[in-house]
């Protein structure tokens, strides 16, 4: 189980590429980190530019755009702010 203080991994479901996202840190830096290229605008979880298909995993869903009930469908998820609650999350990227 993933929370804060937890790293977990982020598996790249187009490429099978996997990146490591540090306890405090965002999947989106991470990707960035890494040289993938994601779109995003805000970075706070209020625009929905960085939206992104969930493959497999459960995220911890921390933006202000997805209503309750998208959230428990976790069919997609918000990389700038949210992050995982299994230790692996495997996106459509
Ligand atoms: S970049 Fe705006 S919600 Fe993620």
Do not use: W, Y
């Amino acid at each position: 189980m993933a929370d804060d203080n937890t790293a977990f991994t982020v598996k790249l479901a187009q490429s099978g590429q996997s990146i490591e996202v540090p306890a405090g840190g965002t999947i989106l830096f991470s990707l960035l980190e890494a040289g993938i290229e994601v779109p995003f605008s805000c970075g706070h979880g209020i625009c929905g530019t960085c939206e992104t298909e969930v493959v497999e995993g459960r995220p911890d869903h921390r933006d202000f755009i997805l209503t309750d009930e998208e959230k428990a469908e976790n069919k997609t998820i918000m990389i700038c702010c949210s992050r995982s609650r299994t230790d692996e999350l495997v996106l459509d990227i």
